[in-house]
């Protein structure tokens, strides 16, 4: 049994048809306006643009059944545009039905699409918190459903009966429809995949080129901080130095020699090879941390607070390293808190990992500013510049760790330091 040629035309036609405008969207049109909502209504446009091909140049056979993909577009547009965009794009496709006529426009006009915004109102709203496994599966589900709504309902019209090539043809009909349906998802996957690698270059190349700036800078400051030192250092010797100037030249270096410390652990952090072989109890040394900050949290009348509940003794090594990263991310958080606020470090002990959680009950942070921290240049305080929480973020991603925020406006901002025990050394 062969496929009229005249048929394989008319759906490859329909194919390039829905495939055109997917390609256009996703290459051009999502890249040059970044608005959602605009890029939904080019999507239903784009999408209505296909309905209506594909609607026009059917493959028609007995009984003025109409065989077209017209349900690929619509499927795309609720999945990708939301319920809204597939809503109009139902209407739309429910007015052409009727306004082309014929037989079977009741059940293709108001039958089908009724099923369709009925399975879409169930399944949307939870479509975003499946697995992505999950969502393929029922964006297929979906194309499948479409189908059988189609045939069941074509088949009750006045008790007809479809012939072995009909059927051959519905046979191959839904074949083209689930290889369109997979070339759109691919299609889209793929060039999201692209632009995200894309984004992910352009920030490792900004990461890098502010890393390069920050040892230039710590270069240039280091020289004039050590001159500044001995000159100091010259000062204090001197006798005739009353009591208050000996005070004020002591603080002096006291500031000079924090400033310098500070430098060095930014170095390190730039400078992989560079790295303290020390070790140190991983709970005395956030105990050590925490006193280490406490003083400002006082002086910014925050409660500091430490508990940890592992079971094992954990020893780790290059210690300074996670110590900086926890000194700006609790630092962070007293900020964040304001007088009467309270900041809270934890270290907890899972089977094959341990992680540190930082809480704040502070005032919260928006989920655009939540989405871009460990970013340089992103901040959540309004003259911040990021640089700590985003140092802190490369320490933790380079002892194979991985960092988590979670904040709700009004409550507070909690980050989780995740460690596999690996990479440590254990001792029970």
Known sequence: MIVNPASLGIWLLQMVCILFPMLLYQSFFRKKFGQ???????????????????????????????????????IVS????????????????????FLLGGQGVYVEGLGIPFFTLLIFALILPRYDKWRKNKQVFFTYLCLTLSFFFFVFETHLLDGYTF???????????????????WMVLYLQTSLKEMEEMSTKVIQFEKSHAINHLLVYISQQIFSPILSSKQSLNQMKDDSSLSPGQSF?????????????HSLKDYMTVMDPMHNDQNSIQLTKMIQETVQMINPFASLNNVEL?????????????????LRFALLNLIKNGVEACGPGGRVGVFLHELIDQFYILI??????????????????LHSGKDNGTGLGIAVAYKITESLGGKIEVESKKGIGTTFSLYFPKKNFILRS
């Open 78 to 97: 609720f999945f990708y545009g939301g319920f809204s965009t597939g809503l109009i794009l139902t209407a739309v496709m429910m007015v052409y039905r």
């Open 359 to 376: 809480e704040d009950n502070g005032p919260g942070l928006s989920a655009e500013v939540s989405s871009h921290l460990g970013q340089p």
């Open 163 to 181: 012939t072995k090539h009909e059927l051959f043809l519905w046979i191959i009909f839904c074949i083209f429809n689930y290889i369109t349906f």
């Open 36 to 74: 959602k909502k605009i890029q939904k209504q080019i999507l239903g446009l784009l999408c209505g643009l296909s309905i209506i091909i594909c609607m026009t140049f059917p493959l028609t056979f007995a009984k003025e059944l109409h065989l077209d993909f017209r349900f690929i577009p619509l």
């Open 248 to 260: 004020y030249i002591t603080q002096a270096l006291n500031e000079l020699n924090q400033a310098e």
């Open 305 to 321: 607070q430490f508990l940890s509940t592992a079971e094992n003794d954990i020893m780790i090594k290059d210690y300074t390293l």
